[in-house]
């Protein structure tokens, strides 16, 4: 009997599943896409229903050859692909290819790589889905549309090599409105007075004042808004007695986060371990595909990391439920397992993001995993534990307090039973610790003031998104879908839209603001938060079968074409980062902050018919002025006059002191001469196509010789040839021979 065929994606997952079945299926990777849209056509069709160009991709020929060698002699071939719209497509497009009947092909949902999880799939495989392969197709062919059209605009208006993206341009503009939001904030002053004080027993406690009944002073939320109010209110409360005059006690209940769905896995990894969302899906998806753990041998330790569900099997539930009466009491195990609920609009395709056997403990584990996989492991184990606990039971107190005419206020709590937080808490996004513990206290109790604290405040602007707000935020306002976070913030980091800094908060680049700037002054539909929501609805609609590939396609790009023509006809220029100052070449344009391959300079407006560019410095109040150009001891080779530093598009180049009466320029020159026999040209600093650096003679192409690395006018001691070039290593600068035959290298101490 012919063995049946299992096609996965991954070649680690292929291993795994292979030593769980053993000899009774083959089981094939497609390492990815093999199928795909090519790279330099736009590839979709509007005047023939959008249609799809799919081609095998050149490199994949090989793969999609084997499969369809072991096709030909399998029983049943069963699409074991991930179980998501992508997976979806890959195995239909595969088995389209392959013309393979129907009667043999079938699909196979592994949500967990185990055993148990593996053969319960094998069971009841079904048939492929082709309203989730039709969504794909439309994601695919949509997106296409917006980069192959779009991007090369940005290319005409802002700078060659932009991109532009349906979902990427949304995320961006977000980060530069919060940007523009913390540049328009006028920040205040304001004062808060605390008084330290000591009841019977400790702790001391810090309480505010809130309130002040002499007539003339308003407090609003506690804040006193001048410093002189401070100093009396601070006078007074050095002179009263502090009585409290009452005590709020309430008991509390605090419930335990759900399991992890993707967003809230990129969130808590974020800011738990300092992960971005591309990191904490590689991880996740290699515990995913299988890990060997000695005896145990090779299994999936998490469950499909692609999901919004909070949904979890019963199995799992009992299983968790069983280990937290282990390990912490049966005081912990609720009456009920906890049953969350989906948010509006997620699709329960699978459960959640917990682990594939609940009883294996991190520390089990620990000794198999990388030091990363160990961290994200623990992690889910930890939250998914948590998840099925009890709450945690709180006493909280609020405590106001009598000075004179003034009030004042502490609050605070106690844990009656840690319930949950025993094994978990939740990360937060701000810096908020939380109410603090309180001393025993009564009402009239005397309190014995120790200290009164008065400091000044400023009101803070909203703040910087991180990976983990951004992606709350874009989950919260339906932009995108949890497998797309992590791309979409790589994306706008690689197009140097965005830097990360500050304990990695996102902040725009001039270039990022530009082509925001561009996007939603030309484009204003179509990077619209709700109509990119609204979006992400059609394609829902495709999988459930309530729309077409064709209406959602048609509706989308009817007036994306009718905008793009209206663009492009009006031809017009688009300038951004202007200054306010005029190009010292044409003296009729401004000048504009550009972002080239070497970093930020300012260019003229007037490009290209005045094409001066100059290196520029800020003063504190944020005015930009042109650098003080530095002069260089080698003479102009057109007038003979000094050559001053300057900085172009492509890199720093010399350039005519007298510039723009003589345009003359050089290369910028290393100081260290051609170590060629016979050759008096000098090593000059030059750049690729694609804006890396070299270092060539010269007298090119007289003389070719040229190195990567900087040049050093040291003889090899090695050798004795005349020339050397620097290398940054971690252990600190080495020094290699420049004749590629000697190669001797000096490093350390030595090199200096």
């Not at 407090?219 to 005590?247: C, F, M, P, W, Y």
């Amino acid at each position: 009997m012919a063995k049946d065929l299992i096609i996965v994606e991954s070649p680690t997952k292929a291993k795994t599943i292979g030593k769980i079945l053993g000899k009774g299926y083959d089981v094939l990777s497609s390492n990815g896409h093999v199928i795909d849209l090519p790279t330099k056509e736009l590839a979709v069709d509007p005047e023939k229903g959008f249609a799809l160009k799919n081609i095998v991709i050149p490199s994949k020929k090989k793969v999609l050859s084997e499969i369809s060698k072991a096709a030909k002699d399998a029983g049943r071939v069963l699409l074991a692909t991930d179980p998501d719209r992508e997976g979806e497509a890959i195995g239909i497009l595969i088995s389209e290819h392959l013309k393979l009947s129907d009667d043999r092909v079938y699909r196979v949902l592994f949500h967990e790589i185990t055993k148990n999880g593996i053969l319960k799939a094998l069971e009841a495989p079904g048939k492929p889905d082709g309203q989730k392969f039709h969504a794909q197709q439309a994601r695919r062919a949509i997106d296409r549309l917006v980069g192959y059209k779009l991007s090369p605009v940005l290319w005409k208006r802002i700078q060659r090599g932009l991109s532009a993206g349906r979902v990427q341009s949304v995320a961006l503009r977000l980060v530069c409105e919060r940007e523009r939001e913390i540049q328009a904030f006028i920040p205040e002053d304001y004062w808060l007075v605390h008084s330290i004080l000591e009841a019977s027993q400790p702790p001391v406690l810090k309480a505010r004042v809130v309130s002040m009944d002499d007539g003339a002073t308003t407090l609003k939320n506690g804040r006193i808004a001048d410093e002189a109010t401070a100093t009396r209110i601070r006078t007074v409360l050095q002179q009263e007695t502090h009585i409290v005059s009452n005590l709020d006690v309430k008991e509390g209940k605090k419930s335990p986060p759900p399991p992890f769905i993707t967003s809230t896995l990129q969130q808590e990894a974020a800011r738990k371990l300092g992960f971005t969302a591309k990191k904490t899906m590689m991880v996740a998806q290699q515990l995913y595909e299988g890990i060997t753990l000695g005896d145990r041998g090779t299994m999936g330790l998490i469950t499909y990391m692609r999901t919004d569900s909070v949904r979890v099997s019963d199995q799992a539930l009992e299983s968790a439920r069983e280990q937290i009466a282990q390990r912490f009491g049966k005081e912990y195990v609720p009456d009920s397992p906890r049953r969350y609920r989906n948010r509006k609009g997620a699709q329960d395709a699978h459960e959640a993001v917990r682990p594939s056997q609940p009883d294996l403990r991190p520390e089990e584990v620990f000794s198999y995993l990388e030091k990363d996989q160990a961290r994200l492991y623990e992690l889910i184990y930890k939250r998914f534990l948590a998840s099925q606990m009890e709450n945690a039971r709180i006493e909280r107190t609020k405590v106001q307090i009598t000075a004179g005419s003034i009030g004042l206020s502490v609050s605070g709590q106690r844990v009656l039973f840690p319930g949950f937080t025993a094994l978990y808490e939740e990360g937060r996004d701000d810096n908020n610790d939380g109410e603090v513990s309180l001393p025993p206290m009564t009402v009239g109790q005397d309190l014995k003031l120790i200290e009164v604290d008065a400091e000044m405040k400023t009101t803070q602007p909203p703040p910087r998104y991180t990976e983990a707000t951004l992606v709350k935020t874009m989950e919260e306002k339906g932009i995108g879908r949890p497998s797309t976070y992590a791309a979409i913030l790589d994306t706008i980091r690689k197009r140097k839209y965005v830097i990360m800094e500050d304990r990695k908060k996102f902040f725009p680049t001039s270039l990022g603001m530009g082509v925001n700037d561009y996007l939603v002054s030309r484009f204003p539909r179509l990077v619209d938060v709700q109509f990119t929501a609204h979006l992400e609805d059609e394609l829902d609609l495709i999988e459930e079968g309530d729309k077409t590939y064709l209406d959602v396609l048609q509706a989308f790009y009817d007036p994306f074409a009718t905008n793009l023509t209206s663009v492009e006809e009006k031809d017009e220029d688009f300038t951004w980062g202007e200054t306010d100052l005029k190009c010292p070449d044409c003296g009729q344009s401004l000048m504009v902050k550009v972002s080239g391959r070497t970093g930020e300079f300012l260019a003229c407006g007037g490009y290209p018919e005045c094409r001066f560019t100059s290196d520029f410095e800020r003063t504190s109040d944020g005015k930009f002025h042109l650098a003080k150009s530095e002069e260089r001891p080698e003479k102009c080779p057109e007038c003979d006059s000094p050559m001053n530093l300057k900085q172009g598009p492509t890199g720093p180049f010399l350039g005519c002191s007298s510039y723009p009466e003589c345009k003359g320029t050089r290369p910028l020159t290393t100081g260290v001469g051609c170590p060629r026999e016979g050759c008096d040209g000098q090593m000059v600093v030059r750049r690729t196509r694609k804006g890396k650096t070299f270092f060539s003679c010269s007298a090119y192409p007289k003389c070719d010789f040229a190195v990567w690395d900087e040049p050093v006018q040291t003889p090899c001691p090695a050798c004795e040839f005349p020339m050397m070039t620097r290398r940054s290593t971690k252990k600190g600068d080495v020094l290699i021979c420049a004749d590629k035959e000697c190669g001797n290298k000096v490093q350390g101490d030595e090199s200096d």
